[in-house]
């Protein structure tokens, strides 16, 4: 079969999804994919990374918390045996995708697609040979490069992107990462607690800048009493590899005279920028922006008939659980079956460092911005039993609500899985839930969410436990 009624240019968490809801809704669908079923997530990113985080936070315990948790005697934790776990968690996930593809009667073309129209593929197959596909609807979901910075070209051996540096089973003796967001302070995390001598280099004034101003505070003080040195409001102006290390030449971003400083490994984690080239997009007539992203509507149709994009080639969020949701919208939009846009203004953001970081909607300052009367509340851990009990009373829940509603405008956390207590705000936000009616939710107890409940109880002019 040669033609298909969808065909999806990537298999990542936004092509895959694609695939297995246009197949549900009675299409025929291929997608094509050269390496990573899963895409970058499911491979090199999300989850093998979460493995990592979980061995190092066991090291962080055994390194520095023995006597809090009673633990007697030595015990170590290699890396070698961490980063091997790693790759087999990667790997059975990977292998739950082929099952998906196959069980929804998805067909898998392993090779590199090449547009050649809007509507027609060229695909240089990973067994050697060439195969033309066509269709009446094209899902581009082709993701994203790393981006970098002048003066700093990556070559896979001491300067690296997080790919490498995740494949590698080996650590180095120090490290200086560009970038404190959710990569840079990750593999921050990992590295400290498994020796490594770590710097980050991050250009604007605080660590996840694109966090609440309270998060950024926070982290910062738990990451300077881990031993990471952060270096805040600088520059990397270049790095040099040596052959036995890296030279980074760095200086105030305000400007000023530069300074070098040394390590064994440069990891490059400035963020990302969306996959347009190497593939034929220009033979579509696909329109991009500004910022070099596929144009898209709210139903991820690009302005070409039967053209659709999702995920981080449209830079609306580079997030996997933002591609997973406009894959179902594309789908649904091909199909003609019900569906309902995507609000990128309150996507939940999920940063796995410890302490962990969720949040979602607006900033205290982004509301204040836009306009709106803004009321807080923030509850901190250490008055939440679970988390006392968890021996990790650190960090807090924060909301910004509107002060004439109580409408929840965002949430910012940071603690104990903070993660997993995003989405009752986030369904809450959704269906336009006020303060005063979540708080008469009932929260079970001992639970990490009863922080939510405080803070939601504090919007609403009555905390309890505070």
């Known amino acids: ?27 025929s669908v291929a997608v094509i994919e050269k390496q990573y079923w899963g895409g970058v997530c499911l491979n ?46 990667s790997a059975g996930i990977v292998k739950g995708v082929h099952f998906l593809m196959k069980k929804n009667k998805v067909t898998e073309i392993d090779g590199w697609g090449t547009l050649t129209g ?42 690296v992107t997080y790919e490498e540096q995740i494949l590698d089973e080996n650590i180095p003796s120090s490290m200086i990462i560009g970038g404190s967001g959710a990569i840079g302070v990750e593999f921050a995390y990992v590295m400290k607690n498994f020796g490594v001598d770590v710097t980050i280099v991050e250009y604007l004034d605080r660590m996840v800048p694109t966090e609440d101003a309270d998060v950024s505070k926070e982290l910062a003080k738990h990451y300077k009493k881990l031993g990471v040195k952060v270096l805040t409001s600088t520059a990397v102006k270049g790095v040099e590899d040596t052959g036995s290390g890296v030279k980074v030449r760095i200086a105030p971003a305000a400007g000023g005279e530069e300074t070098v400083i ?14 347009l080239e190497g593939y034929g997009l220009e033979s579509t007539g696909v329109e991009t922006t500004e910022r070099g992203a596929i144009a898209i ?11 659709y994009a999702i ?22 939009t091909i199909a003609g079956a019900e569906t309902m846009p995507v609000d990128y203004d309150f996507i939940p953001r999920a940063t796995y460092c410890q302490p962990q970081i969720g949040s979602f909607g607006y900033s205290e300052q982004q509301a204040k911005d836009k306009g709106y009367d803004v009321k807080t509340a923030t509850f901190p851990f250490s008055a939440n039993g679970k988390a006392q009990g968890l021996g990790e009373g650190v960090g807090f829940v924060k909301i910004v609500a509107d002060a004439e509603y109580n409408e929840i405008l965002g949430a910012h956390m940071i603690g104990p899985d903070v993660t997993e207590l995003l989405p009752a705000l986030t369904l809450a936000q959704k269906w336009d839930l006020t303060a005063d009616e979540v708080g008469r939710n009932v ?13 939601i109880h504090g919007i609403a002019g009555h905390m309890i436990h505070l």
Do not use: W
């Not at 948790?69 to 961490?82: L, N, S």
């Not at 695909?123 to 066509?134: F, P, Q, R």
């Not at 509507?297 to 053209?307: A, H, I, K, S």
């Not at 996997?320 to 179902?328: G, L, P």
């Open 1 to 27: 079969m040669t033609h298909f009624d969808v065909l999806v240019l990537g298999a990542g968490p936004g092509g895959y999804v694609a695939a297995i809801r246009a197949s549900q809704l009675g299409k």
């Open 44 to 89: 090199v990113g999300c989850i093998p990374s979460k493995a990592l985080l979980k061995n190092a936070e066991l090291a962080h315990t055994l390194t520095h918390e023995k006597a809090k948790y009673g633990i007697e005697g030595d015990a170590t934790m290699a890396y070698g045996p961490t980063h091997a776990r790693s790759r087999q968690v």
């Open 118 to 159: 809007p509507k027609s593929v060229s695909v240089a197959l990973n067994d050697g040979s060439t195969a033309e596909y066509t269709c009446d609807n094209l899902i581009i979901a082709t993701g994203a490069t790393v981006r970098t910075v002048p003066g700093v070209e990556v070559n896979g051996k001491n300067i």
């Open 262 to 275: 040394e390590a064994d490994k440069f990891l490059a984690a400035f963020g990302f920028a969306p996959r």
């Open 297 to 307: 509507d709210e139903y991820c149709r690009t302005n070409v008939e039967g053209v």
């Open 311 to 332: 995920g981080d080639v449209t830079a609306k969020m580079m997030l996997a659980h933002v591609a997973d949701a406009m894959a179902m919208v594309a789908a649904e």
């Open 443 to 455: 929260f079970a107890h001992p639970t990490l969410s009863e922080a939510v409940k405080e803070a």
